[in-house]
């Protein structure tokens, strides 16, 4: 039988716009919903998505993806490459896994509220294929660390963090509640998949994925990787929504939506993927740093992409640019000085030939942030562990839901952007933080941070103990130094030589 | 005397610090309250300088015996605190 080409069929296929009868156009599609934003239906109808694919085509390549993604697993399962992987890798796998399965699951909600409520017909139909691929994406990111249960309690944390109010995973669904769960249609299709996808995706997906290989981690390489060809194809649903706003007269409104979304993105993946790239990864693996990454993947891929698109650039780039020096840092050494209260193992990263690495990546590290690490390795070396851990909480930003920090030592600028709404103080951690607020009071002003939670009595008894209760850490999940302290060993033997 | 929530902004350290002291406190035992979360933990001690406490937004340093309670603070409100030599 003959067959038509792809060409001739798709755009009458997904057509799908039928004039409905029963009920409303209101009724079929509620702005709620589906964010239409008094747009006519016809200009809706000129969504052209980039990236067209049908159902047979669609499976095909799903199945050759799944298949070599497991059969990386299988074949490389007996070898024990967990076993043998330095643990501040392991330590990425386990962070990783509990940061993203479950957002990935929360990801096909999102998927589902455009395939049904889109107005534009080439939407839903792209983001049916978004919903199965986040889908996959959930489940393979819960089956491989799975295997890995047998090893530590932590890796069932890859299920576990988002049902507990781990203060990660407290960060993690604010922005992912905010972004997927609870915007309109056209909205997700802007901040979920133009902003975080587009951008932030590549971060954790291929400069991971790079680091993975070169850790000599093919399982992982792998599986991210594969991830990373759906992300790349679903992504692109933003795109044509952002034309038809910004040819309807409705720039502001898109500008408004991409700019908080990058903004809490970037946040996010400040303290998840700064931290492995920068700190966790074994020096030899490290293929970028960090800002070299940002730079190249995400800072000049938006640049160019908002101004293709007719779109400025976020209001407040510069301080975007600047922030590369300075926050990833900060969110390390918190994680690491709080390490109870998250559930992998951090590495320090900072052996005398990793400051190095990071004062050649950085310039002024040493003075600024190897001032406190001098402190951490002083206390370390002569026998006062109990002063490199904490006593009280960090304050938390009431947008990221993650620590206030800056940079110290010799160039201190630590800053709370306070702001008082209807009678509560809230704290930020930045301007752009604050004006996210600003945008939309009612969206945020009733979310509790873990500070917030902790001063209302929630967390009892309210000390450390208490706290670790409340986040749902186990023992055999606390987190503690990945390399159980040996990096002091470079140090000690400072130490002796100098005597 | 009822306890009161304020966060420590200390000089040369990389985060901000929920800490509890009382209505009754001066500003000095403010300092070192806040001091105990930084100092020898991830801050030099800076032998030979005083601790003062600085409101964050406007600026304006208390003075050293000045009550919580007559500082006009929020709860929760960020204080920094410096090192000076007097």
Not at chain 1, 212 to 220: M, R
Not at chain 1, 279 to 301: D, H, N
Not at chain 1, 309 to 320: A, C, I, V
Not at chain 1, 330 to 341: A, F, I, S
Request: proline share 5%.
């Amino acid at each position: 039988m003959a067959h038509l080409k792809r060409e001739d069929w798709y755009d009458l296929t997904r057509t799908t716009n039928w004039t409905p009868k029963y009920v409303s156009e209101e009724e079929l599609f509620p702005e709620e919903m589906s964010g239409g934003r008094g747009i006519p239906m016809e200009a809706w109808e000129t969504y052209d998505e980039p990236y067209k694919v049908t159902y047979p085509e669609y499976v095909t390549t799903q199945r050759e993806k799944d298949s070599g993604a497991y059969s990386v697993k299988a074949a490389l399962e007996r070898d024990a490459f967990v076993d043998r992987a330095d643990p501040g890798w392991v330590s990425t796998m386990i962070a990783h896994y509990g940061a993203i399965a479950l957002a990935e699951y929360l990801a096909v909600t999102a998927e589902g509220r455009m395939a049904r409520f889109a107005k534009a017909p080439g939407n839903r139909n792209m983001a049916v294929f978004g919903m199965m691929d986040e889908n996959r994406h959930c489940q393979l990111q819960l089956f491989f660390p799975h295997a890995n249960t047998q090893r530590s309690r932590q890796w069932d944390w890859a299920h576990k963090a988002y049902h507990s109010n781990d203060w990660a995973a407290i960060a993690a669904r604010s922005f992912f509640d905010d972004v997927t769960a609870t915007r309109d249609a056209v909205a997700v299709s802007i901040m979920l998949t133009f902003a975080f996808e587009t951008g932030f995706t590549n971060m954790q997906f291929l400069g991971l994925a790079a680091d993975a290989a070169e850790a000599g981690d093919h399982t992982f390489a792998s599986l991210i990787s594969s991830i990373q060809t759906d992300e790349s194809r679903h992504a692109q649903q933003g795109g044509p929504s952002l034309k038809i706003l910004i040819e309807n007269g409705k720039k502001e409104e898109a500008q408004a939506l991409v700019d908080a979304a990058i903004w809490r993105a970037w946040k996010l993946f400040s303290v998840l993927s700064g931290p492995i790239l920068d700190y966790y990864t074994p020096l030899e693996a490290r293929k970028q740093s960090f800002k070299e990454f940002m730079l190249e993947w995400i800072v000049a891929q938006f640049e160019r992409q908002l101004l293709d698109m007719g779109l400025d650039k976020p209001w407040y780039w510069d301080e975007f640019i600047r922030a590369l020096d300075e926050t990833h840092h900060g969110m390390h050494l918190g994680v690491w000085y709080w390490r109870p209260t998250v559930w992998w193992n951090p590495a320090a990263g900072v052996t005398p030939e990793e400051r190095e690495w990071l004062e050649e990546k950085y310039p002024g590290w040493n003075d600024t942030w190897g001032q406190c690490w001098d402190v951490i390795v002083d206390n370390l070396l002569n026998g006062k562990p109990e002063l490199t851990g904490p006593e009280t909480l960090p304050l938390v930003c009431n947008m990221s839901q993650l620590p206030i920090v800056g940079t110290p030592g010799n160039g201190w600028n630590v800053k709370d952007y306070q702001y008082e709404y209807e009678g509560r103080l809230y704290h930020f951690g930045s301007e752009p933080d604050r004006w996210c607020f600003q945008q939309d009071p009612e969206r945020y002003k009733k979310h509790m941070s873990l500070i917030d939670r902790f001063l209302a009595g929630e967390i009892q008894p309210a000390d450390l103990a208490g706290a670790l209760i409340y986040m749902g850490l186990e023992p055999g999940e606390i987190g503690d130094d990945a390399h159980n302290y040996e990096w002091l060993e470079a140090y000690k033997q400072k130490v002796d030589s100098a005597a | 005397m009822a306890l009161f929530p304020i966060h420590s902004n200390f000089e040369c350290d990389f985060v901000i610090q929920l800490v509890p002291v009382d209505t009754e406190d001066s500003m000095d035992q403010v300092a070192e309250k806040c001091a105990y979360h930084s100092v020898n933990r991830r801050v030099h001690p800076q032998p030979g300088k005083i601790l003062r406490v600085r409101h964050h937004e406007n600026g304006i340093i208390f003075p050293r015996d000045m009550k919580v309670e007559e500082a006009g603070l929020r709860p929760t409100e960020t204080l920094d605190i410096l090192f000076m030599d007097e």
